[in-house]
């Protein structure tokens, strides 16, 4: 199963300044369309991938919020707005979260307080790794196993001591091509490359 993890340097994790966040700069409203993108197509959803948004804005701990598409049919309103309430309330059900303590909410979605880094150690102890990179190898000479993971940032870039950091624990750079899209666009062209590989 492949998992998509994104960073949102930017995004609250206060469930009231995450919506007030809507169209103010932070770019919360792209976290919309990477769940619609990742998770769904067509008359249905993709039940063999993950997406993990991690909101970074917090007083406390970062909140990394996990969706799989195997129970997503529990969102009641898949529009952008409706989206947006539902990662808003996930955030309010996970307002009391202490470090690294995780709950998992009656819609399927899954919250934990828990940095970008340390998700991605966790991450590194059993699965493969790749930083999205408009200047690494292309992504179609590489292997990509099953259960990938994928990391993204959102408008901001990831810095570069993070980067180096990522690269020296054994996180193997791709590249989607030489245009800089968004990063739903990302998950989008992914996708596709695992669909082409796996159905006939
Ligand atoms: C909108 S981009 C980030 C833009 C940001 N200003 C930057 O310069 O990195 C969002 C995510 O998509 C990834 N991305 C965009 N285009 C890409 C490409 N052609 N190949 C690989 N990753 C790409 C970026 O690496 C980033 O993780």
């Not at 992504?139 to 810095?159: E, G, N, Q, S, W």
């Amino acid at each position: 199963m492949a998992e998509y993890i994104i960073r949102a340097r930017k995004a609250p994790t206060d469930p009231k300044k995450f919506l007030g966040a809507i169209g103010a700069g932070s770019h919360v409203e792209y976290l919309a369309q990477i769940v619609v993108n990742t998770l769904f197509v067509s008359k249905g959803h993709r039940s063999d991938t993950t997406l993990t948004l991690v909101l970074e804005d917090a007083k406390d701990y970062s909140k990394a919020i996990t969706l799989d598409g195997a129970s997503l049919g529990s969102i009641p309103d898949m529009s952008e707005s409706g989206i947006l309430l539902t990662i808003s309330n996930c955030l309010k059900s996970a307002i009391a979260l202490e470090k690294e303590e995780c709950i998992s909410l009656d819609n399927g979605i899954e919250v934990q307080a828990i940095s970008f880094e340390h998700l991605v150690k966790v991450r590194l102890e059993t699965r493969s790794v790749f930083l999205l990179d408009k200047k690494a190898d292309d992504i179609r000479d590489c292997t990509l196993p099953d259960d990938a993971v994928f990391l993204l940032t959102d408008h901001i870039p990831m810095p570069r001591k993070t980067f180096k950091s990522l690269r020296r624990q054994g996180v193997q750079n791709v590249s989607l091509g030489p245009v800089m899209l968004h990063a739903s666009q990302c998950v989008v062209l992914i996708q596709n490359e695992y669909d082409r590989a796996t159905i006939v």
